[in-house]
């Protein structure tokens, strides 16, 4: 997932951000579970935001900013551990979106 959306950024998309549970599912908007996940996983836990509350914030107004959302240490790229998944893109979770 972090090189698809490391992907995005390095592409130029300005508005590229992203929201990432903790778990091997990646599908949460056909469930119940977009309702209690938060980026610790699809159950909720922690202190972030979960997800269906960051959802809501789209369409984002005018002046509105938007972060991506991560859970896990943050790395860049050539220093990802070689094994697990639980760790932040630098890039990817470095990235904000301000409506104009």
Do not use: F
């Not at 938060?38 to 979960?50: C, L, V």
């Not at 269906?52 to 002046?63: E, F, G, Q, V």
């Amino acid at each position: 997932m972090n090189d698809i959306y490391q992907g995005y950024v390095s592409s130029g998309n300005d508005n590229a951000v992203s929201y990432l549970v903790d778990s091997l599912m990646h599908t949460y908007t056909l469930m119940d579970m977009v309702y209690h996940a938060t980026s610790e996983g699809p159950y909720g836990g922690g202190d972030d935001i979960s997800m269906i509350d960051w959802m809501a914030k789209l369409p984002l107004k005018t002046n509105e900013t938007i972060s991506s959302v991560c859970n896990g240490p943050v790395v860049e790229a050539a220093n990802r551990p070689k094994v697990g998944t639980k760790y932040c893109d630098s890039k990817v979770s470095a990235t904000s979106y301000t409506q104009k």
